[in-house]
């Protein structure tokens, strides 16, 4: 039966892969190839799309996982209360850290380190990259990269592009994962604490990899909301790592 849902998670996956290049291939004819967040599957790598169909399908009805991704961090007062949070929950999390927010809250990310979080790379600045030359893309995320480096002394191995926005020229310049996302809580937007975790709570499923943002105090509330919410639906909360790799 385990084999049966492997293979039908992998149909779906290629099925998902031919949608998806449909879909580009269509939407750059008409001038309209989107960018940025979108719900569930903006424009993101075919292959990291089938990818994360697989791991949901092979995921099974018996363990229910999902990963809280948090971008834009960190932030001296909002960042320290989720962490709070999810300390006194015992709930792992991966932080994708934006370069210029770092100086002066070294301590809070050696705390994400040292209380098992992931940490990852979203670049120094909010800018497409795409629109970025190659050169100043990669001198952005090696910035950020080295400012991390000297902080935990590990150099991150995951990349959110900001807004999503990237392409294979780039994919090729940098020696990292990127991750993207499945589920967008669209927190940036909605800035109302039960609007946010109703707009996950009726999109999520084992697998997923949730967009929420640490910058903002209803983001900070929803995101411990929903934790507490989904494990009483029997989920368990992974960093992006142990998803991808599990």
């Known amino acids: 039966m385990g084999k049966k849902r492997w293979r039908l998670g992998h149909k779906t996956a290629l099925l998902m892969t031919v949608l998806i290049l449909e879909g580009a291939c269509l939407g750059a004819a008409a001038g309209m190839l989107p960018i940025g967040v979108q719900k569930d599957w903006s424009y ?5 799309a089938a990818e994360h169909e697989a791991v949901k399908a092979d995921s099974g009805e018996a363990e229910k996982v999902v990963a809280l991704t948090f971008d834009d961090g960190p932030h001296e007062k909002y960042t320290a209360l989720l962490l709070d949070g999810l300390k006194e ?20 990310v050696r705390r994400m380190q040292n209380e098992g979080h992931l940490i990852g790379n979203h670049s120094y600045r909010h800018i497409q990259l795409t629109k970025e030359g190659e050169g100043t893309v990669c001198e952005a995320v090696e910035q950020t990269e080295e400012v991390i480096e000297g902080i935990t002394g590990e150099r991150p191995r995951y990349l959110r592009p900001p807004y999503g926005d990237w392409n294979e020229n780039l994919e090729c310049q940098l020696d990292m994962t990127t991750v993207f996302w499945s589920v967008d809580s669209l927190d940036w937007k909605l800035k109302d604490v039960g609007k946010i975790v109703e707009n996950v709570e009726k999109k999520v499923s084992s ?16 995101a411990l909301m929903l934790v507490d919410r989904l494990r009483e639906k029997g989920y368990e909360f992974v960093t992006v790592e142990e998803l991808l790799i599990d």
């Open 89 to 108: 929950r015992g709930v792992k999390v991966t932080f994708f850290l934006m370069g210029e927010n770092i100086e002066g809250k070294e301590k809070l």
């Open 207 to 222: 697998g997923d990899i949730v967009l929420m943002h640490d910058i903002f105090p209803t983001s900070v509330e929803a």
């Open 44 to 48: 993101r790598d075919v292959h990291e």
